[in-house]
């Protein structure tokens, strides 16, 4: 497709489970963004991906939470033993070149997750 | 470390009203600062931006003036419509964050016919 595609858009599971989001950016975009959204906030960095490295994982909130871009293109953010406080919007955004180029980032529309 | 604070929502405005939604930022470097908006049902997406000191940016009618003396970036608009309902996002992206976006908490504007 044209734009970033995030799957699954919704996502129900259990406390202590184990969840992936997958996130899939626009062709030729080499920076890709995590971001966490909570009702009535703004995104809350989470790690950035310039290639296939992450160039910046500062916003991770801690050891539970990690996310991969093996080849360059599809990123997986995946969570650990989950809590009920990570339920929240997981946003991911692509831009065509990240660094000093950084300009528009393009959103998906998010993937919801809600931890019972 | 850098960040973005705005006016808290919700604003109410009747239609052809003046907009103006205030955005203050700190940051070590020398940030380019962007306003998103999030329309109801849809993603984030870029509304204007302003890359260096007394830029402005503008689109659909919305103007933002990057004024580094007051570290603001405010958004107007001279008439809204209904359909600029949405909620606004002011951001902004340096090298010193690691050129990272980071984001203020969002406000949300209804606007009635």
């Known amino acids: 497709g044209a734009g970033v595609s995030q799957t699954p858009s919704n996502k129900v599971t259990e406390k202590g489970k184990y969840v992936e989001l997958r996130c899939d950016p626009i062709?030729?975009?080499?920076?890709l963004y995590w971001y966490r959204q909570s009702l009535g906030q703004g995104p809350e960095f989470l790690i950035y991906?310039?290639?296939?490295?992450?160039?910046?994982d500062s916003g991770l909130p801690n050891d539970r939470f990690f996310a991969v871009r093996p080849e360059g293109s599809v990123s997986t953010l995946k969570i650990q033993r989950t809590e009920r406080g990570d339920s929240a919007v997981y946003l991911c955004?692509?831009?065509?070149?990240?660094?000093?180029?950084?300009?528009?980032?393009?959103f998906g529309e998010g993937s919801r997750l809600t931890v019972l | 470390g850098n960040s973005v604070t705005q006016m808290e929502g919700p604003v109410t405005l009747s239609e052809e009203a003046f907009l103006t939604i205030n955005c203050t930022y700190t940051a070590t470097g020398y940030p380019s600062l962007f306003w998103y908006v999030q329309y109801p049902g849809e993603g984030l997406q870029l509304l204007l931006k302003a890359t260096k000191a007394d830029d402005k940016g503008s689109n659909k009618g919305f103007e933002a003036t990057y004024r580094k003396e007051t570290t603001s970036f405010h958004l107007e608009k001279g008439s809204v419509q209904v359909s600029d309902s949405a909620v606004y996002f002011c951001?902004?992206?340096?090298?010193?964050?690691?050129?990272?976006?980071?984001f203020g908490a969002g406000t949300r504007l209804f606007v009635k016919a």
């Open positions: 991906f310039q290639g296939t490295g992450a160039a910046d």
């Open positions: 062709s030729g975009h080499t920076a």
């Open positions: 951001a902004l992206s340096d090298q010193n964050g690691g050129f990272k976006t980071i």
């Open positions: 955004a692509s831009s065509f070149d990240g660094g000093a180029n950084t300009g528009e980032l393009f």
